[in-house]
């Protein structure tokens, strides 16, 4: 089936060490969004890819980068986690024809900061 | 600025009719989507609204009046399993979804 696949699961890390996020998808879709959601909250987006096209959220902090090497793979870099950056990370992919831009969302990577 | 605003929490009965209403302000309006979210799990599609009017999928119905800027999702013979949150979103102008913050349902026996 064709999905969105996000490794790991969960994600333990220091305060202040280096984690990266992946997502892969088999839909072929050509956009890609990275999410943050934090307990009872709206999924706030960081940034998305149309095809090779970076979009960052003008709030996004500086401390999160993102990588799109192919149409497949999509990363999430926190390059010096803290406490507050402890959050469920969805990733999600649409198509940009046809109307119709239902998101499809992997099952998300649990990050925990200690 | 964009805004939705949805019921932060809500309370129905197994077998029951409930009704979650979302209202919104945006740039632009491409759509309305209603998603489900069970706890620690990411959020599942359940319906899209472009036009006035309800669209029903089974036990699931959503209805969208774009002069108000008002939507409601309605879920019919209530189980279990529906014990979730409820996101509204809304895709405005550049094609970007503006999230609320998700009604969690809690269904009782």
Redesign the interface.
């Known amino acids: 089936d064709a999905m969105v696949i996000q490794n790991p699961r969960y994600q333990v890390t220091q305060f202040g060490k280096p984690v990266t996020l992946s997502c892969s998808q088999t839909l072929n879709h050509n956009v890609m969004y990275w999410y943050q959601q934090k307990s009872?909250?709206?999924?706030k987006?960081l940034f998305?890819y149309y095809d090779k096209d970076f979009n960052n959220e003008a709030d996004t902090p500086d401390n999160f980068q993102s990588r799109r090497p192919n149409t497949s793979f999509c990363f999430l870099d926190i390059r010096s986690p803290g406490l507050g950056d402890a959050a469920?990370y969805?990733c999600a992919t649409s198509v940009?024809s046809g109307g119709?831009?239902?998101?499809?969302?992997?099952?998300?990577t649990?990050l925990t900061v200690t | 600025g964009q805004n939705i605003d949805q019921p932060t929490e809500m309370t129905a009965t197994e077998g029951a009719i409930v009704q979650i209403n979302c209202t919104y302000q945006t740039s632009g309006f491409n759509g309305l989507f209603w998603y489900q979210q069970h706890a620690g799990e990411a959020p599942t599609f359940l319906s899209y609204n472009v036009l006035d009017g309800l669209e029903e999928k089974g036990r699931f119905s959503s209805f969208l009046s774009r002069s108000k800027g008002y939507s409601y999702l309605l879920l019919k013979e209530l189980q279990m399993k529906d014990s979730a949150s409820y996101l509204c979103a809304v895709m405005d102008s550049n094609y970007q979804l503006i999230w609320g913050a998700g009604t969690k349902l809690i269904i009782k026996p």
């Open positions: 009872s909250q709206a999924p987006l998305h469920m969805l940009t119709f831009y239902e998101q499809y969302f992997g099952p998300g649990r």
